[in-house]
């Protein structure tokens, strides 16, 4: 059985594909296949792609048990200027077309396609707890999520199974957002942004694995699942255990007016408020969340001996 993979080359999309190579076929489409050679299993395919078309690739839809689509310029690489958000939403755009282009050109269907979405998709939430059944926020992120979200209704269709995925914040080991959170506690300057009361919403990288396995080998789920460990913190709780997890004092606060003069729009979106997340739909169908405590969870990624 096959498994298409866009974005293998990512943080999550490295995971993945280990995790699956072992009980699967994996295709990883690559615009760079010697690095995605260099960085993925031997056991893995990487196949090239322009991330626009289903030139090159198609074939390789046709009959798979699953294509997962964890493509996108990253939204936390710098301030949101015009072009960057230009680049943002088009990368994401671009990729769930060439996806579709694929699906309409397969005889045999796939499975499933896994649309890669985040929870952003709720915009700031305060303080209220967030399910699947929350509308789209407002914002450029809430745009941005719903874009990619947009193709699941052509997808079903084609009759083909769309797993809308809103993954929180990832958490693991060799890179993802927690590299960049933990550089300035390699300095002894780690803290807080803003109030620090603004809701965190993780997941582990390996219970990020398990979720999209999970979705793909369950054939019955459809539709949209948020991907969050059960236990969301605080940005002051979630930065102090970052600084015991790496042996270093959480004590700098970054004010907010700084916050917006460096990043802008993307402190307001990102930075300065966030969303209490619960992944309802995925403890309904039975999944079982591996990493529930967030300072257990850092600590084992730095006893692994991990560089985040």
Request: aromatic share 8%; net charge positive; glycine share 12%.
């Amino acid at each position: 059985m096959r498994i298409v993979i866009a974005g293998a080359t990512g943080f999550i999309g490295r995971a993945l594909s280990e995790a699956l190579c072992g009980d699967y076929e994996v295709i990883a489409l690559s615009r760079d296949c010697r690095r995605a050679r260099q960085v993925l299993p031997a056991a893995v395919t990487p196949v090239q792609w322009d991330a626009r078309t289903a030139e090159g690739w198609a074939e390789h839809a046709d009959g798979a048990a699953a294509v997962v689509d964890l493509v996108g310029e990253n939204i936390g690489a710098g301030r949101w200027s015009r072009a960057r958000k230009q680049r943002i939403m088009q990368s994401r755009a671009d990729a769930t077309e060439a996806i579709l282009m694929a699906v309409r050109q397969a005889r045999t269907k796939p499975d499933v396609v896994i649309l890669g979405s985040a929870v952003g998709y709720y915009g700031p939430g305060g303080d209220e707890t967030l399910d699947e059944d929350c509308p789209a926020g407002k914002g450029f992120l809430p745009e941005v999520c719903s874009a990619v979200e947009g193709c699941a209704d052509a997808l079903e269709a084609m009759g083909v199974r769309a797993v809308r995925l809103r993954t929180g914040l990832v958490l693991g080991p060799g890179g993802g957002a927690l590299a960049k959170m933990a550089l300035p506690f390699r300095f002894h300057v780690g803290g807080r942004i803003g109030s620090g009361r603004q809701w965190m919403s993780w997941v582990s990288l390996r219970d990020e694995v398990a979720a999209i396995r999970y979705l793909i080998e369950n054939k019955t789920l459809r539709g949209a699942y948020n991907v969050t460990a059960p236990q969301p913190a605080r940005a002051a709780d979630f930065f102090r255990a970052v600084g015991r997890a790496m042996g270093r004092r959480s004590w700098t606060v970054m004010p907010a007016f700084v916050a917006r003069a460096l990043f802008g729009q993307m402190a307001d979106e990102v930075l300065l408020t966030g969303q209490r997340v619960a992944a309802r739909r995925l403890a309904e169908a039975g999944f079982t969340f591996e990493d529930h405590d967030l300072q257990t969870t850092l600590d084992d990624i730095y006893l692994r001996g991990a560089n985040p």
